[in-house]
């Protein structure tokens, strides 16, 4: 349904997409997962031809988006990062003009501001404004807009981002149902619990570039070869030093430090007592787990940093 | 022409007719106020002891505001929408990511500054005719000359509000640019009472071909030849609709 080849975007001196390839299939949530900065809106704005790419190619259904983007936006709803919603207007006749964009005939598009509404259950809502819904009804009103048109495919740039746990479960769900209604998705995120819980398959970018791509599992079995260790010490530590010393033993992939809590990756099980003798001279261990990688994981081993 | 460029731009239209409606009231004060201030204050006050050749000051005076409520309803209004679309609720964006092509965004944007000069300008018109019975001639060749002029104002309120980065720029390119024009394009005095070396390059702004025009009209004073002058400020309207257009799409699809 989308296909990219060796895709680069430049801004004068800074290269924010620097040759990405991937292809996303009919009727998947394709999830994007990468830093702020890494190139992920960039991608979105060229597939949906707000920017042009500086090389490669982007085909969708079959489309270049350089030659054909009015037949392209024809096919796509974009809930984007920023709600860009008219602050003079309340949300229906903010639908109802958004989709009078897309050509659709009165009576059909008054029709589909309605099941808009209701899906997103925002129906009681209806002629209040945009900055007078909450967090999660406004997240959900932005993904019932780019759905007005009936697209095949969806790009939804940071979906939850700014939204508390409660709120962000709900917006999954709400995501849930779009695949349930046959919709292809392009989903970017910085959170790993949303990319492993929404997405069929996952591109892993930093830097403009695709590092990793695969289903969940997939990308979690390449780091199935290694241990991570999670340790609970006794008292909180100063990072620094015992950082030096476990990234100085051979095998040690990363050291991830939280308060009392370190998580360490190691490439093998003898590296393991290394570790342990390490943490134990200079601190008690107060809880061990031997655990299995998570997405989390994946991203510190590939690029020795955790998204924030 | 498709139906589809058709539907894109009425669909631009009618949202900037829309929003221009639901604040009418607003819109309304601030637009008549200003005209009829100085119809008031220049025409029936000051104006009475002036005499412009062998006309009265208030006669000669109405055709020039008539065109001071053009640009007010296109340049400043469309100058300023598009400016709010494009940086603070980010409409424009929106817009760019349906089915539209910018050509179509801009065409929707300028259809509406002349719908809204239109509108302002025949309650004007109406006011001045019958409530202060100043002639204003054959009225279809004034409405003519305001669609061309409101056409020119609009494309060029969208030109500087592309091109400016900053809101406030827009508030000092205004004064110091339209606002001038205003006073020199024969609006308040006779071009030809201007310095002989400026009369040639006041002469060439399509505001004074229409200000001019419609005041010969108005005063039976000549034959200006409506459709040279229509197709003068049509030149220009296209030309900086062109320039528009290419710096929209510079500006916008990065």
Redesign the interface.
């Known amino acids: 349904m989308i296909e990219v080849e060796n895709l680069v975007k430049t801004f004068g001196d800074v290269t924010a997409v620097d040759g990405i390839s991937f292809r996303v299939r009919k009727g998947e949530i394709f999830g994007f997962l990468g830093p702020n900065g890494a190139g992920k809106t960039t991608t979105i704005n060229i597939l949906v031809g707000l920017s042009l790419p500086t090389s490669g190619t982007v085909r969708i259904a079959g489309l270049d988006v350089t030659k054909h983007p009015i037949e392209i936006r024809k096919r796509i709803g974009i809930a984007a990062q920023d709600a860009y919603f008219d602050h003079h207007l309340n949300i229906e006749d903010n639908l109802f003009y958004h989709g009078l964009l897309y050509g659709l005939p009165r009576r059909e598009l008054k029709r589909r501001v309605d099941t808009a509404l209701r899906w997103s259950n925002l129906e009681r809502y209806r002629n209040k404004k945009f900055h007078q819904l909450s967090g999660g009804m406004q997240r959900r009103l932005i993904v019932a807009r780019a759905m007005l048109s009936d697209p095949e495919i969806l790009l939804l740039d940071e979906p939850t981002t700014g939204l508390d746990p409660q709120t962000r479960r709900q917006v999954w769900k709400f995501i849930k149902d779009l695949k349930v209604a046959g919709k292809t998705v392009l989903l970017t995120t910085h959170y790993m619990e949303e990319a492993d819980l929404l997405c069929d398959r996952i591109a892993i970018i930093d830097h403009g570039r695709i590092i990793a791509c695969g289903t969940p599992d997939e990308l979690k079995k390449m780091q199935a070869k290694n241990i991570v260790v999670d340790i609970k010490l006794r008292r909180e530590i100063a990072g620094n030093q015992i950082e030096r010393e476990l990234n100085g033993i051979p095998g040690v992939s990363y050291v991830k430090i939280e308060d009392s809590r370190i998580r360490i990756g190691v490439a093998e099980e003898a590296t393991v007592e290394a570790v342990l003798r390490s943490v134990i001279t200079t601190n008690g261990i107060c809880e061990l787990n031997i655990v299995r990688p998570t997405l989390d994981d994946v991203f510190l081993h590939l690029t020795g940093k955790e998204i924030r | 022409m498709s139906l589809?460029l058709i539907?894109?731009v009425l669909?631009?239209w009618?949202?900037e007719m829309?929003?221009y409606l639901?604040?009418l009231h607003i819109n309304a004060l601030r637009l008549a106020i200003e005209p009829l201030l100085f119809i008031f204050i220049f025409g029936m006050g000051l104006g009475r002891r002036v005499v412009i050749g062998d006309v009265d000051y208030l006669y000669f005076l109405a055709p020039g505001i008539l065109f001071m409520v053009v640009v007010n309803n296109s340049y400043m209004t469309i100058s300023m929408r598009l400016m709010i679309a494009r940086d603070?609720?980010?409409?424009l964006?929106?817009?760019?990511?349906?089915?539209?092509?910018p050509f179509e965004i801009i065409l929707g944007y300028v259809l509406a500054g002349i719908t809204q000069a239109l509108a302002a300008c025949t309650i004007f018109l109406v006011l001045m005719i019958y409530f202060l019975g100043i002639p204003f001639g054959s009225v279809s060749r004034v409405l003519l000359l305001i669609i061309a002029t409101a056409a020119f104002f609009s494309s060029l309120g969208v030109m500087i509000a592309v091109v400016l980065d900053n809101p406030h720029h827009l508030m000092v390119i205004t004064s110091i640019v339209v606002l001038p024009m205003s006073f020199f394009c024969g609006i308040f005095i006779p071009v030809s009472d201007l310095p002989g070396w400026s009369q040639p390059i006041i002469e060439a702004i399509p505001l004074t071909v229409a200000v001019e025009s419609a005041r010969a009209f108005a005063l039976g004073s000549g034959n200006p030849g409506i459709w040279q002058s229509l197709a003068y400020i049509m030149a220009f309207t296209i030309a900086v609709f062109i320039a528009a257009l290419y710096l929209f799409k510079r500006k916008?699809?990065?």
């Open positions: 589809r539907k894109a669909a631009v009618e949202r829309y929003e639901i604040n603070w609720d980010k409409t964006i929106t817009a760019l990511s349906a089915p539209v092509k916008l699809i990065i």
